[in-house]
């Protein structure tokens, strides 16, 4: 684009750019919003609306609890009773 010379061109120029500017900055904030609302909806689950938990998706809990780092069966030296009969 070339610049013109004319002080008038020039005016006429910058009023068109800053018309540009304002549609443009209307659209930013426009959209800022729906994608705060789009984020908002996208975070709810069965837990914090009246979704059904059928629509959470594959972001659900393990079935089975991680195993512990600790050893498993009663303290040392502990005396175990035969079962009765």
Known sequence: MEIPDDILLLKDLVVKLLSRLDDLEAKNAALKLENAELRSRLNLN?????????????SKKPAFPQTSSKKSGGQPGHQVEPPMR
């Open 46 to 58: 069965s837990t914090n609306s009246n979704k059904p938990p059928s629509s959470d998706g594959l």
